[in-house]
Structures are given as structure tokens and as C-alpha cells.
T-cell receptor, first 118, second 113 residues
Framework: EPEVTQTPSHQVTQMGQEVILRCVPI?????FYWYRQILGQKVEFLVS????????KSEIFDDQFSVERPDGSNFTLKIRSTKLEDSAMYFC????????????????FGEGSWLTVV | AQSVSQHNHHVILSEAASLELGCNYS??????LFWYVQYPGQHLQLLLK??????LVKGIKGFEAEFIKSKFSFNLRKPSVQWSDTAEYFC???????????FGKGNQVVVIP
């Protein structure tokens, strides 16, 4: 079965440092997403990306976050200046069609990248 | 915005016992509903989904869920669990036309052999 792959699986970084989390979505998928889960809390939507631009973002996705699809296969999440509260598991996901389209679309998740900010 | 509630965050049961996990959502319009499972050390995997049609949905590994619109619920069931069902289970919802999944807090299920 095709998979969404993420690197690194774990990263520890100092507060204020920049972090880039990388994802390789499923190759024929068109929609890409980042979600995060702070320990003990819900999985939260961060951003969706389609046709080389952000299609939707949540209140969490402020100016310190950015996403990019630099080379047609990778999909990255950059956190410009990390804070302690950015410590979380970050999930990349992709889908062939838009979520909520009613077309029976499925979103596939990666295994996640654990980010610890110290 | 839609939200999802899951109760009984930790569930411990013996093999062959029946499992039911509750999921309630708050949104008045058309929704798409999902259950995801995360086995230890693995990624989120789709168990089953409801978009339209028969409100009783059958998924993988013997799981099923029933959409009851009047109760805003989408409860997950399995008649007889196995040790390999030990995992965290997440209910999620998207509103029709919305591109984001809203997740519940998850149910940590431990099946004792």
C-alpha cells in the first residue's frame, strides 16, 4: 500500500531555532496537510495545501509557520523560531481529492515527526 | 466549526470482550465521519468512514460504526476484540465542503490476553 513518509521521526531542538519537517506524500495525491498533536491533546489541523498554495489554515498556523513543496515530491513544514509550546507530534497527510467532497475520499497519514523544543 | 467528543479515554478489556467507543460531534450540517486507529509506533490508519447511504458502516478488522443523525453520534463497535486491537482510536469529522478533519481526543484501548 502506498505510504506517506516523514522525516525526521524525532527531533530535539533549542527554543528559538528553526526546524524543517519533511514529508513525501503519496505520489498521485493532490492535496497535502499538516496536523499536530500535543501530548495528551487532540490531533489538530494546521494547514492544507493544493496547487502550490495554502488552501486553508487554522488559527494555530501563524506567521512562524510556513509550508512549501520545493521539488514536486517533498512537502515541508517550517517553524521559524520554535517555542516550548511547539513540542508535539506533527503528522503529514495527503489525499487524492479534497476532504469533505462527499466523494468517499480518504486522507492518508504519515507516521509523524516528534518535535521536542527545549 | 465542528467539534468531536470521545468519552472514556482509557479502556481496558479482555480478549473476546465486546468493544464500543462513543463519538459525538457538534455540527448541524452534512458531515463526513471517520474512525482512525493508531497502533503503537505506527501512523494513523483509516478504519472506516461514512459519507452517505447505509448508516451502518463496516470497516477493516471486524470493526463497524453506526451513524445516528438524530443523536449526532458515530459509535465504533467490535463484537470480540483481540490482543492486536490494542491501539488508540480516533473519531474525526469533516463538514461537507470543508477541507479539514476535526479529531476527538482519542480512546486508548488495551486488550489483555
Amino acid at each position: 500500500e502506498p505510504e506517506v513518509t516523514q522525516t525526521p521521526s524525532h527531533q530535539v531542538t533549542q527554543m528559538g531555532q528553526e526546524v524543517i519537517l519533511r514529508c513525501v506524500p503519496i505520489s498521485n495525491h493532490l492535496y497535502f496537510y499538516w496536523y499536530r498533536q500535543i501530548l495528551g491533546q487532540k490531533v489538530e489541523f494546521l494547514v492544507s495545501f493544493y496547487n502550490n498554495e495554502i488552501s486553508e489554515k487554522s488559527e494555530i498556523f501563524d506567521d512562524q509557520f510556513s509550508v512549501e513543496r520545493p521539488d514536486g515530491s517533498n512537502f515541508t513544514l517550517k517553524i521559524r523560531s520554535t517555542k516550548l509550546e511547539d513540542s508535539a507530534m506533527y503528522f503529514c497527510a495527503s489525499s487524492l481529492e479534497r476532504q469533505g467532497s462527499g466523494a468517499g475520499n480518504t486522507i492518508y497519514f504519515g507516521e509523524g515527526s516528534w518535535l521536542t523544543v527545549v | 466549526a465542528q467539534s468531536v467528543s470521545q468519552h472514556n479515554h482509557h479502556v481496558i478489556l479482555s480478549e473476546a470482550a465486546s468493544l464500543e467507543l462513543g463519538c459525538n460531534y457538534s455540527y448541524g450540517g452534512t458531515v463526513n465521519l471517520f474512525w482512525y486507529v493508531q497502533y503503537p509506533g505506527q501512523h494513523l490508519q483509516l478504519l472506516l468512514k461514512y459519507f452517505s447511504g447505509d448508516p451502518l458502516v463496516k470497516g477493516i478488522k471486524g470493526f463497524e460504526a453506526e451513524f445516528i443523525k438524530s443523536k449526532f453520534s458515530f459509535n465504533l463497535r467490535k463484537p470480540s476484540v483481540q490482543w492486536s486491537d490494542t491501539a488508540e482510536y480516533f473519531c474525526a469529522v469533516t463538514a461537507y465542503g470543508n477541507n479539514r478533519l476535526a479529531f476527538g481526543k482519542g480512546n486508548q484501548v488495551v486488550v489483555i490476553p
